[in-house]
């Protein structure tokens, strides 16, 4: 059997070719040379058994070796442990209207790229994750630049074998037929508390292996997906139980509210049932006052919204409403002081339990972390792993380095090579399939195309580039790789990675010395001479971050440079926060729904332009790069849900129906539970992406990247749960319902983004403790700390109508009075008001102890009076005891939280000169080499064109096994940067090329 090799090797290339033999369905597998002039010849064959083994954990089916190894085909999964989208989408794959390729044979014929790439032998290429025998890894990006012809079947494999979650089928499952829903629900809850799963690597093709489940994988197993994802979900949950909590204690307040005490019934009527616990007072009365003004809006200080304000007909006498609930009791104060004490000793609680939770995470998933040091100070010219892996075994008691990780600060040439992959990429996009991607060919097809443009098609290029355009960029980035790839580049960065989990932590232990001490290489500061490296410098080491959260292009920035982008984005967040409340303020202008909408519109997109800028800036981990997210969107949300609403409605309307503030906080919880959540689970974008983008991509590349999961930040989530507590905190006093409302948002949200994370999202990096810790550090403690203040400022400002009792009434108002309300304009709205000599008229007077034009008033408490303020003159005796205990209460509260951040700050600054390393959890006797889903710290880059890294390194010398991903189609040579930089540097005949990072793998002696 003789092929033609599409490609046209110059050289005799040898390789391995398959095909299907009729009706058995067992594969002949052939060496095969080709000749200079391309054609294949079999020279060695033999015969591969494909067999169904039908595992009932997985029912997947499987292909055999030669050498007896079986390997699971993903494309035969069992229908029943499938997605539902995937077997919609397998029912309808042969339907032209659906996938326009239907009907198209690509499992016969190969194109050019299945027949060439990586020279290995069968039981290589299977053992390697070829998911089929036809396909064999593509090794040489360069040369294998052709089009694949792309399969909808293969991306929907790869959507749930790459890029969802999977964990390996315990053995003692692997025989047991999948049970009943109502079975596995039985068992989650009463027999499988304790099941330990372990988290598959992408593409696992040597084990079954399953999805998880997002109903009945167990919250102990949330770890697997990293560190601080599992410790979300453990704050979601614990947050949800103490605003639970916090809801019981406040029960008094909503029953308070709801009874005939506060708000008779016949007043109640008109409010939703969930409002009827709330200050919301409708009870008013129209009453006279002279020296009050009416405004548009109400907002300036003593002046009166339209609808609070009512004129004479036919004259110039002026009445204002008047709230007529009593929500003054110090039973009221006191239970939600009691709610704000739940919460303060609850948040400490969350403390320790957070940590607890971090050790249970962290001994369940062992991981590169645990095994790993990182040193921030080396040598410039320390580039050999050998000369760090000797001064570790003399200096540290014979601790053994299984791998080392040398990164150099080469950003400017792997953004280049990044940069010209990306391009030619888009190149061979724009090609017809199977044609040349050779230098001249390319010159010559982006010399027609420039020579047949017409006048209007030069402008267009200006704005849509075409192969011209991007083959000259081409030119011009190889010759900017050819100069940078040939320079010296100085260390930065020594990743070590030993043996075991005790040398790690004897490293550790024995270098640590302070980072301002390391950094100045105070030598002083070393006890030990043998630990200074080369005999005279002091190291910095640390433990890093997952190998996956390294961001290698961020490593060398400079503190001056960081400092500049960092106050750029700053800036324009707080702008992003100014913009947004003002357009807030126009929509609840004109309705209260519109402007609760309008803010979860913003909520939703915010993060997005936050991300924006979040990429801008340099960020050596992602956990850095999170934690600066986290407080841009928080502080957008913090505002634009809390503060905002409070700002731009005016005071007299806090306890109002229509515009009030306690409607638009209802409004807040009903968006954030209802539309937010159903956007999120429908996955409208995700959806479109499979089923309408994918189908029509040209390449299977383009088709796998549709199949990614949408993306998400953890910053995102979290600020998705804070803004929803910070929400409930701020207006927990006049609304005591809303801690049964946060406490349902937060049980909903932690089972939507479960699902989520198993099902639609793209996987993200394993985070460790970054965020988690600063969130508890920073934001709870600010919020227990703003809910005991603007819980005393509410209590102060009952009954918020702005307006005191004087003695007796003018008598000029003792008669039945004509009053139509200054928001309408029609007579058919004006009413009859009658008063007698028994009643009295009344004042402005300012009851709101933040309003600008009062003066300093806090802490709110009665004995704070300015010349415009006097709380004696509106408040009731039990008001005075409550807001004097809650005031100074809340200034004590709050004098502690400042304490606690100036002590952190201080022990920050302190660990800098001090060895402050503390392990975490117990050593579990581990070794790294027998990890099953180990990583390694290897230089990584992630493209939007690409499915998988590109990786910044040479990869020859490195162990497959230390890599988190593998695909199943190409080699890890495929996606490796120093060979494009070794190809167009050939003429030069160097051994290895200097520019780049080096990773050497030193595996551990087997015993025996």
């Known amino acids: 059997m003789t092929r033609t090799n599409h490609a046209g090797p110059a050289s005799l290339m040898k390789g391995k070719l398959y095909h299907s033999t009729s009706g058995n369905g067992n594969w002949h597998v052939a060496d095969t040379v080709s000749d200079e002039v391309g054609n294949v010849h079999k020279v060695n064959e033999k015969i591969v058994v494909a067999t169904d083994v039908t595992h009932s954990a997985s029912s997947a089916k499987m292909v055999r070796s030669d050498n007896g190894k079986q390997m699971i085909d993903f494309l035969k999964d069992d229908p029943s442990e499938m997605t539902l989208g995937r077997r919609i989408a397998l029912s309808l794959i042969d339907k032209k209207w659906y996938n326009p390729r239907a009907g198209e044979d690509d499992t016969e014929e190969q194109t050019s790229a299945d027949m060439e790439g990586t020279l290995r032998t069968t039981s290589d290429a299977l053992e390697n994750g070829a998911t089929t025998p036809t396909r064999q890894k593509i090794d040489d990006f360069d040369a294998m630049m052709h089009n694949r012809k792309p399969s909808l079947a293969k991306a929907w494999a790869y959507f749930e074998h790459v890029a969802l979650y999977r964990y390996l089928v315990p053995e003692d499952e692997k025989e047991k037929q999948k049970k009943s829903i109502c079975v596995r629900a039985f068992r989650k809850f009463f027999c499988k508390g304790d099941k330990k799963l372990e988290r598959a690597e992408p593409g696992e093709s040597d084990d079954p292996t399953r999805l998880y489940s997002p109903f009945f994988t167990p919250h102990k197993q949330l770890g697997d997906f990293g560190l601080g994802l599992g410790l979300y979900f453990s704050t979601l ?40 616990g709330s200050a919301i007072c409708t009870k008013r009365t129209w009453v006279p006052c002279d020296n009050c003004e009416c405004e548009v809006n109400g907002r300036s200080f003593g002046t009166f919204p339209p609808e609070r304000c009512a004129r004479e007909v036919n004259g110039t006498r002026t009445f204002i409403l008047r709230n007529d609930c009593d929500g003054t009791p110090w039973q009221l104060g006191a239970t939600n002081f009691a709610s704000v004490i739940w919460l303060l000793l609850s948040t400490m609680a969350l403390g320790y339990y957070l940590k607890r939770q971090e050790i249970q995470f962290d001994e369940d998933e062992q991981t590169a972390q645990d095994y790993s040091v990182l040193i921030t100070n080396p040598p410039a010219d320390a580039k050999d792993p050998d000369e760090w892996k000797k001064f570790f075994e003399d200096s540290c008691d014979g601790a053994h380095v299984t791998v080392c990780t040398i ?23 724009m090609q017809e399939p199977d044609s040349s991607m050779r230098m001249l060919d390319l010159a010559k097809v982006a010399a027609e195309e420039e020579r047949k443009r017409s006048f209007w098609g030069r402008l267009i290029a200006m704005v849509a580039p075409g192969v011209p355009e991007h083959f000259s960029r081409v030119v011009a980035l190889d010759a900017k790789v050819e100069g940078l790839a040939q320079l010296d580049y100085p260390v930065t960065n020594v990743f070590l ?16 010395v302070g980072s301002a001490k390391a950094n100045r290489n105070d030598v002083r500061a070393v006890k030990d001479p043998k630990h200074l490296f080369r005999g005279k410098y002091v190291l910095n080491v640390c433990e890093p971050d997952e190998p996956n959260t390294v961001r290698w292009q961020d490593l060398n920035a400079g503190a001056w440079q960081k400092f500049k982008e960092t106050a750029f984005t700053t800036f324009c967040t707080l702008v992003a926060i100014v913009l947004v409340a003002v357009l807030v303020n126009l929509a609840n202008d004109s309705s209260t729904v519109g402007a609760a909408f309008t803010i979860a ?3 939703t997109l915010f993060p997005m332009f936050a991300k924006a800028l979040c990429n801008f800036e340099s960020h050596p981990s992602e956990g850095l790069k999170q934690t600066s997210l986290y407080f841009k969107i928080a502080a957008f949300r913090w505002v634009s849900t809390a503060v905002v609403i409070s700002i731009i409605t005016p005071f007299t309307n806090t306890l109002s129906h229509e515009n009030g503030l306690v409607s638009q906080v209802y409004a807040l919880f009903f968006a954030d539970i209802v539309t937010t959540n159903a956007l999120q689970l429908s996955d409208i974008m995700g959806h479109i992406k499979r089923h309408l983008l994918a189908p029509r991509a040209a390449t299977q590349d383009a088709m796998n990247l549709n199949f990614q999961g949408t993306e998400y930040e953890l910053a995102e989530r979290y600020t998705d749960m804070t803004k929803i507590l910070f929400l409930c905190l701020w207006y927990c006093s006049v609304f005591p319902g809303s801690f049964f409302l946060c406490a349902f948002s937060l049980g909903v949200k932690y089972y939507v983004d479960k699902f989520c994370l198993m099902r639609t999202w793209k996987k993200a990096p394993q985070l460790g403790t970054t965020i988690s810790r600063f969130s508890r550090r920073y934001f709870f403690t600010i919020a227990i700390a703003v809910m005991a203040v ?36 029609e007579l058919r709205f004006a009413f009859n008001v009658t008063f007698t000599e028994e009643d009295v008229d009344y004042r402005f007077c300012n009851q709101n102890l933040m309003a600008i034009g009062s003066g300093p008033t806090f802490p709110f408490v009665p004995t704070m009076t300015t010349d415009t303020t006097d709380p004696s003159n509106w408040m009731t005796d039990d008001q005075v005891i409550t807001t004097t205990y809650f005031g100074w209460a809340a200034v004590g509260i709050l004098v502690i939280v400042i304490v606690k951040f100036v002590y952190g700050w201080l022990v920050m600054f302190l660990d800098q000169y001090r060895n402050s390393y503390s392990a975490v959890g117990d050593d579990q006797g581990i070794h790294y080499s027998d990890v099953t889903s180990r990583s390694a710290y290897i230089p990584q880059v992630f493209s939007g064109m690409f499915s998988y890294p590109l990786i910044a390194c040479n990869t020859e010398k490195i162990d497959e096994e230390l890599f988190d991903w593998t695909d199943p189609d190409r080699s890890f040579g495929y996606y490796d940067l120093s060979k494009d930089a070794a190809k167009l540097l050939a003429d030069l005949h160097l051994e290895e090329i200097p520019g780049f990072s080096v990773v050497k793998h030193y595996p551990p002696e087997k015993s025996g």
């Open 407 to 429: 990164a150099v600060d080469n950003d400017f040439l792997v953004r280049t090579l990044v940069e010209r992959r990306e391009r030619l990429r888009t190149i061979s996009n």
């Open 790 to 825: 603007i819980s005393s400022y509410y209590w102060s400002g009952f009954p918020f109508d702005n307006i005191c009792p004087n003695d007796s009434i003018n008598s000029t108002y003792v008669d039945s009075v004509i009053v139509l309300p200054k928001n309408v304009s």
């Open 601 to 603: 519109i913003f909520n």
């Open 237 to 276: 949950r614990v947050i949800t139980f103490i605003t639970l909590i916090a809801g019981l204690i406040s029960s008094y307040n909503v029953m308070y509210f709801a009874s005939d005490m506060y708000l008779p019934q016949e007043y109640q009527e008109e409010l939703p049932f969930l409002l009827r």
């Open 497 to 512: 990675t030993f043996e075991t989990e005790k040398d790690q932590r004897h490293v550790l232990s024995s270098l640590s």
